[in-house]
């Protein structure tokens, strides 16, 4: 039986990355008593994923202060991708129908509140993976402090097959 693909989406995610020349990081472990990703039905739910590579902090600091909005949105991407890696550590990024949901906390200074914009990396790189199926519901949160002192912490609900 064939599923049909949801409208927008011409191919695979991964062959999709592949053409946007961004290789999927190896799923980041988790840092304490929970997994990664989970599934429960058509759903992937994902941990908050920071801005890590091989397993490094990539950056701390609070954005509006030591970071700029600019660099968050860098981090916001990277921490998209580092969810899309833990679903295709559990089910395969290929598996992926839609993309239902992204929450984004932005350790900001204070009097920032350009978190909308720094999030903003999460979900255009998930629209132009997904197309019209990366198209989502979205909370951007400001917090006063994120684990490790990361400037940006992003989770992503996604639809399977």
Same mark, same amino acid.
């Given at each position: 039986?064939?599923?049909?693909? %949801?409208?927008? +989406? +011409?191919?695979?995610?991964?062959?999709? &990355?592949?053409?946007? @020349?961004?290789?999927?990081?190896?799923?980041?472990?988790?840092?304490?008593?929970? *997994?990664?990703?989970? +599934?429960?039905?058509?759903l992937?739910?994902?941990?908050?994923?920071?801005?890590?590579?091989?397993?490094?902090?990539?950056?701390?600091?609070?954005?509006?202060?030591?970071?700029?909005p600019?660099?968050?949105?860098?981090?916001?991407?990277?921490?998209? &991708?580092?969810?899309?890696?833990?679903?295709?550590?559990?089910?395969?990024v290929?598996?992926?129908?839609?993309?239902?949901?992204?929450?984004?906390? *932005?350790?900001?200074?204070?009097?920032?509140?350009?978190? %909308?914009?720094?999030?903003? @990396?999460?979900?255009?790189?998930?629209?132009?993976?997904?197309?019209?199926?990366?198209?989502?519901?979205?909370?951007?949160?400001?917090?006063?402090?994120?684990?490790?002192?990361? %400037?940006?912490?992003?989770?992503?609900?996604?639809?399977?097959?």
């Open positions: 039986m064939t599923v049909p693909e %949801p409208q927008g +989406r +011409r191919h695979p995610a991964s062959a999709r &990355l592949g053409e946007l @020349g961004i290789e999927l990081p190896k799923a980041a472990r988790a840092l304490g008593a929970y *997994v990664p990703a989970v +599934r429960t039905g058509d992937v739910y994902t941990a908050g994923q920071l801005p890590v590579a091989e397993g490094n902090l990539i950056r701390s600091g609070k954005v509006g202060g030591e970071v700029s600019e660099e968050g949105k860098r981090l916001a991407r990277i921490c998209a &991708l580092n969810a899309l890696a833990a679903v295709d550590a559990l089910v395969g290929d598996a992926i129908t839609r993309v239902v949901k992204v929450v984004g906390y *932005v350790a900001s200074a204070p009097g920032f509140t350009g978190q %909308p914009g720094v999030l903003n @990396g999460a979900s255009e790189l998930l629209a132009d993976v997904f197309g019209e199926a990366g198209a989502h519901a979205r909370s951007a949160v400001g917090v006063a402090e994120l684990p490790l002192d990361a %400037p940006v912490e992003v989770e992503v609900i996604v639809e399977v097959q």
